[in-house]
T-cell receptor, first 111, second 112 residues
Framework: KNEVEQSPQNLTAQEGEFITINCSYSVGISALHWLQQHPGGGIVSLFMLSSGKKKHGRLIATINIQEKHSSLHITASHPRDSAVYICAVRPSNFGNEKLTFGTGTRLTIIP | NAGVTQTPKFQVLKTGQSMTLQCAQDMNHNSMYWYRQDPGMGLRLIYYSASEGTTDKGEVPNGYNVSRLNKREFSLRLESAAPSQTSVYFC???????????FGQGTRLTVV
């Protein structure tokens, strides 16, 4: 079993829909990252969080440390949001530099 | 600012050939990383450098070497390429382990 599981693996939605991508992990962590990988391959860091909730524009990330679960929400989705969204965790029982990555959720927003 | 710059973007090697992937960042970051991304798998850490002059192995270091030439540059070398090293390689940097990471555009390497 992977330490980081994302769901769904693929998600197709209509423009304007509210999107939720989930990330569950099985180890104690010190931080969790959400990343966006564009169709061209470039990776952008969206959020880093260790508790609660963060918001940036139409993106919201939440984390529940007790339940070992995080969600990434996109409000008023747009075709330009189409990308692979990757969750990564920093295990608290390893050297600080290690990140364990999920395999990503491929999001497609249809106009 | 250019951020993190990787070269080359694409490369095809024959088995046994050697090559160096270059990475440079202009954000004065202490930490730099090399990852590989394979289909159906998450990004995996090959090597990292927590500061100038130091390097450490990640999850999948076999077949690779690295050099932290200075604070800006962190190179990844394949001494004798193997087909199993066909992958997309990403360089990243951050101010430190608990800070946001910035990624290069990736290098798509094919070993035939």
């Amino acid at each position: 079993k992977n330490e980081v599981e994302q769901s769904p693996q693929n998600l197709t939605a209509q423009e304007g829909e509210f999107i939720t991508i989930n990330c569950s992990y099985s180890v104690g962590i010190s931080a969790l990252h959400w990343l966006q990988q564009h169709p061209g391959g470039g990776i952008v860091s969206l959020f880093m969080l260790s508790s609660g909730k963060k918001k940036h524009g139409r993106l919201i990330a939440t984390i529940n440390i007790q339940e070992k679960h995080s969600s990434l929400h996109i409000t008023a989705s747009h075709p330009r949001d189409s990308a692979v969204y990757i969750c990564a965790v920093r295990p608290s029982n390893f050297g600080n530099e290690k990140l364990t990555f999920g395999t990503g959720t491929r999001l497609t927003i249809i106009p | 600012n250019a951020g993190v710059t990787q070269t080359p973007k694409f490369q095809v090697l024959k088995t046994g050939q050697s090559m160096t992937l270059q990475c440079a960042q202009d954000m004065n970051h202490n930490s730099m990383y090399w990852y590989r991304q394979d289909p159906g798998m998450g990004l995996r850490l090959i090597y990292y450098s927590a500061s100038e002059g130091t390097t450490d192995k990640g999850e999948v270091p076999n077949g690779y070497n690295v050099s932290r030439l200075n604070k800006r540059e962190f190179s990844l070398r394949l001494e004798s390429a193997a087909p199993s090293q066909t992958s997309v390689y990403f360089c990243a940097s951050s101010e430190g382990p608990f800070r946001r990471a910035f990624f290069g555009q990736g290098t798509r390497l094919t070993v035939v």
